[in-house]
């Protein structure tokens, strides 16, 4: 049944477009309305802190209740919390420490939400009846044109009705996207011994009653117990952390600072971000369409080594614009061939049982070094200067990504799972 990936694909997109939304909008409101550099900061940890915590927490709860039900109720109740600023701010009752909480609840809801829709993937591929190359790969693809339009959309709407109405476009968009998910993913009553490749149609109903008994934190301990046990989920969950921080670093510092020592101001750096989504993009549809024919291991190395230090080392010097550009076509291509086979291999070595959480505990780990990066690019080119910083973290991004050239237990990710194994059976109730 392909509605049910086509209308999962559709309201992550939307999702994720509000969710950019979000992201240009709440920094340019605190600014707006208090003008503190600091309490802007302060946002942001109010937001990443409870969407790291509750994506460990809600695992469990993922895996007991159903992927499904959790994402559809993280989407209604944001609908309230992220309409509630706009309202009580236009109201006059909104105080900083009132829009915190309000910030902190969101992030708490997205948390779980986003662990809940990413955990479907594998049910909705068996459902119809694709690779999970391809399912990751078009949601690969969804994620990075939905960020590239939700920052343009941002942008425009911030300039156009100001950063408080902007928020009100967030707030629609986890209620149309509730709506679409309900709508596009019934809920059903299959049996749970369906295989990922069969075709079959998955259990999307009764959530994981059959599983493991024990308490909540038992369950959580399973998880962690599991992760901690298979040296590629590690290692991938390791790499992916690592890499965040240095991209985070990229994005937030190191680029705008190019941008303003080479004279081309915020066009040049808005013209390099859309170059580079735009390509990734497309490598992502790509990915979807030809990744499970390709050799994981030798494709995860070549990507890397496209994507990773060529796009610091090109900036660290002088280089011309077009230079730059022609340059993240080709690491952006690259990029998009990534997430669609690490998604794979997760998703193939993690239990049905286990997914919710292990795959929430390895999100959460990822996400958990992102709020340094601004520090490290900020204090790098503080001390020792555009050029180095750019080069230290290009060289650190190379080690990182390409120790699994040296740890030939990687090349296990070229195994596909056995059709018969009914271990994987997915579920998205």
Known sequence: MRRSLYGWLAAAGIS???????MIALPFFVLTTTGSPEKTGLVAVAEMLPLVVLKVLGGPIIDRLGPRRVALTCDWASLFVVGLIPLCHEAGHLSFAGFLALVAVAGALRGPGDAAKHAMTPA???????????????????????????????GAL???????????VDAASFGLAALLLGWAVPRQSATRTVSPTSGGEPDADAGDDDAEPGSYLDQLREGWRFLRGDRILVGITVMVALTNLLDLAWSAVLVPVWGVEQGGGAAAVGLLFATFSGASAIGSLLAAAYAE?????????????VT????????????????VLALAVGAGFASGFLNPILGAVIYERVPAHLLGR?????????????????????????G????????SCGVAYFF??????????????????????????????
Do not use: K
């Open 400 to 429: 990182v990504t390409m120790f699994p050239a040296v740890d030939r237990r990687w090349r296990e990710i070229d195994r596909r799972p056995d059709p018969t194994d009914q271990r994987h059976a997915p579920s998205y109730s």
């Open 358 to 382: 292990v795959s929430s505990l390895s999100d959460a780990a990822c996400f958990a070094l992102m709020p340094l990066g601004g520090l490290v690019g900020g204090f790098l080119v503080g």
């Open 308 to 323: 990773g230090l060529p796009r610091y080392a090109v900036m660290a010097f002088d280089t011309p614009l077009w230079g």
């Open 16 to 22: 994720l477009v509000g969710t950019r939304v979000s």
């Open 124 to 154: 909705l591929a068996a459902s119809a009846g694709v690779s999970l190359e391809r399912a990751t790969g078009l949601s690969s693809t969804v994620e990075r044109t939905a960020s590239m339009m939700g920052a343009a959309l941002a």
């Open 384 to 391: 020792a200067g555009l050029g180095v910083a750019m080069m």
């Open 158 to 168: 911030v300039a156009v009705i100001g950063p408080a109405n902007a928020l009100v």
């Open 293 to 305: 024919r390709l050799p994981r291991y030798a494709t995860y190395l070549v990507c890397f080594l």
